[in-house]
């Protein structure tokens, strides 16, 4: 049997770094591609290893923002929030009538695995209705496998 994530918003300790617009699924690589270059500074491996945590960011990012543009009304938007020691992913679409719903248990190949991913993956996953429904997951990331800040600007 299908069930519900929790309604629940994320902390507010945590500001947003960047924001994707999607229209589509065929914009879904060009958002792995992005967000993985501004977790690490690096693009994304060709081979699309996933071993890594900003990889497995990128993953969960990739399955919500598909369930999003699936089940959802357009626009889906995708936010990349950090505290400086946890991401959030917050991936928002229209269609505010329906909660999001963990698929029940079935085979592999039959598809709706996104919100399973998510909850084994993140540290925490939620959902919230404000300016359309936001589905959320909270990860963490050791130091060393983001990028260091930039340096500041040299002023003359």
Same mark, same amino acid.
Request: no cysteine; proline share 9%; charged share 20%.
């Given at each position: 049997?299908?069930?519900?994530i929790?309604s629940?918003?994320?902390?507010?300790?945590?500001?947003?770094?960047?924001?994707w617009?999607?229209?589509?699924?065929?914009? $879904?690589? /060009?958002?792995? /591609?992005? $967000?993985?270059l501004?977790?690490?500074?690096r #693009?994304?491996? #060709?081979d699309g290893?996933?071993?890594?945590v900003p990889?497995?960011i990128?993953?969960?990012?990739s399955?919500?923002?598909?369930?999003?543009?699936?089940?959802?009304r357009?626009?889906t938007?995708v936010q990349?929030?950090t505290d400086g020691d946890?991401?959030i992913?917050?991936?928002i679409?229209q269609d /505010?009538?329906?909660?999001?719903?963990?698929?029940?248990p079935?085979?592999p190949?039959?598809?709706?695995?996104?919100?399973?991913?998510?909850?084994?993956?993140a540290?925490? =996953?939620?959902?919230?209705?404000?300016?359309g429904?936001?589905?959320?997951?909270?990860?963490?990331?050791?130091r060393?496998?983001v990028a260091?800040p930039?340096?500041?600007?040299? =002023?003359?």
């Open positions: 049997m299908d069930t519900s929790a629940s918003r994320p902390p507010e300790s945590f500001h947003v770094v960047r924001v617009q999607l229209d589509s699924i065929d914009e $879904l690589s /060009t958002l792995r /591609t992005s $967000l993985h501004e977790l690490t500074g #693009p994304l491996a #060709p290893a996933l071993a890594e990889e497995k990128v993953l969960v990012a399955e919500l923002a598909t369930n999003a543009l699936r089940h959802g357009p626009p938007t990349l929030l946890e991401y992913i917050d991936v679409d /505010t009538s329906r909660a999001p719903v963990v698929a029940a079935r085979l190949g039959d598809g709706g695995f996104g919100l399973v991913l998510a909850q084994r993956i540290l925490d =996953v939620g959902w919230f209705v404000e300016d429904k936001h589905v959320w997951a909270r990860l963490g990331v050791p060393e496998a260091p930039l340096p500041a600007a040299a =002023v003359p």
